[in-house]
């Protein structure tokens, strides 16, 4: 079975660096995904991690270990507008293509 | 170009009716899922397609759910004797490969 666990909430303070936990448990492993997802809308992709190590996009990096079953998303400069949801999901062996998704975290970013 | 459509966008229903959710993937995307999300809750996978195999209906939680995709394309998802249970938003994604989902907006389903 998959098992993947993420924080419920976090909150941070708007300019600073703010870093999402996400662990799982997985039967075999094909890859981890993050997604940001807006109240009332739907989720979007934001990275994708096959091998161990940091991937950086802009302000958005994520790190993955796969030896230790963890990975994270690393936020910079955090805006107002990163308030939102940040789902971890993780796609396991054996040929199946469907991702497993956690709950999310709920990021609330203040002045 | 478009991205996934869903039709509805909300749908009311009595507990007991049908339902029919439309997904309309981009153009291309051979893989095909949809998911729940009920409030606070993580994305509940319900079935996969992808080209012309079988589905993978591992997910679906009753056989009151059942999915279809025609001319691998547009899909639909129904409900029969929808129960108060069902409430959520239904989410598709489409996908070219085995990489990023593209989500549609959801169908919010309210059973009353």
């Known amino acids: 079975g998959q098992n993947i666990d993420q924080p419920t909430e976090m909150t941070a303070t708007e300019g600073a660096i703010v870093q999402i936990n996400c662990t799982y448990q997985t039967s075999g492993f094909n890859g981890l995904f993050w997604y940001q997802q807006h109240a009332g809308e739907a989720p979007t992709f934001l990275s994708y991690n096959v091998l161990d190590g940091l991937e950086e996009k802009g302000r958005f990096s994520s790190f993955l270990s796969r030896s230790k079953g963890y990975s994270y998303l690393l936020l910079k400069e955090l805006q107002m507008k990163d308030s939102a949801s940040y789902l971890c999901a993780v796609r396991g062996s054996g040929g199946s293509y469907i991702p497993t998704f956690g709950r999310g975290t709920s990021l609330i970013v203040h002045p | 170009g478009a991205g996934v459509s869903q039709s509805p966008s909300n749908k009311v229903t009595e507990k007991g009716k049908d339902v029919e959710l439309r997904c309309d993937p981009i153009s291309g995307h051979t893989a095909l899922y949809w998911y729940r999300q009920s409030l606070g809750q993580g994305l509940e996978f319900l079935i996969y397609f992808q080209g012309n195999s079988a589905p993978d209906k591992s997910g679906l939680p009753s056989d009151r759910f059942s999915a279809e995709r025609t001319g691998g394309s547009v899909s639909t998802l129904t409900i029969q004797r929808t129960q108060q249970e069902d409430s959520a938003v239904y989410l598709c994604?489409?996908?070219?490969?085995?990489?990023?989902?593209?989500f549609g907006p959801g169908t919010r389903l309210t059973v009353l």
């Open positions: 994604a489409s996908s070219p490969s085995a990489d990023e989902q593209f």
